[in-house]
């Protein structure tokens, strides 16, 4: 098992410097697959970005507190200090206690996130169902 440093965690991959990476290294790889690059790079650095919002919002009571965020712009370390999401432990991971702590944390995210989720998927598919019901009435001749 590697060991956890948690001076490590949270600093460079935790950033705006690597969601650039991450978008290169996705335009890159679309590029090279004949895949639309600008779709496939932004998502992909969205939801890398996304990862970056709720980490940010999750609490953390171990030193340097939040995120090396604004990397490499600046080495300041930034939270929201919500603490919308708990606790999350890496040592000991698999004693019955951070089983548990964890457990919980994954319990209060998929709470939390799952009925947003849905509220976007409905919105996307009653937009879509919207959208092809009109372009269907002007793609077809009137009767």
């Known amino acids: 098992m590697l060991p956890f440093k948690p001076e490590t965690h949270r600093t460079v991959t935790h950033s705006v410097g690597a969601v650039l ?6 335009a890159i790889v679309a590029r090279r697959s004949r ?3 600008p779709r496939v790079s932004l998502m992909c650095a969205a939801a890398y970005a996304t990862h970056l ?5 999750g609490a ?3 030193p340097p507190f939040g995120l090396q965020m604004f990397w490499p712009f600046s080495d300041g370390w930034f939270i929201s200090g919500w603490d919308l999401f708990r606790q999350t432990a890496r040592r000991q991971l698999l004693s019955p206690a951070i089983i548990r702590l964890n457990a919980l944390a994954i319990a209060q995210e998929i709470a939390i996130l799952v009925p947003i989720l849905a509220a976007l998927w409905l919105v996307r598919v ?4 919207g959208l092809a019901t009109e372009l269907a009435g002007r793609d077809h001749a009137a009767k």
């Open 53 to 57: 919002l709720l980490d940010w919002l």
């Open 126 to 129: 009653k937009t879509l169902a």
């Open 60 to 62: 953390d009571r171990f």
């Open 21 to 26: 990476i991450v978008l290169l290294g996705a």
């Open 35 to 37: 895949r639309p690059v």
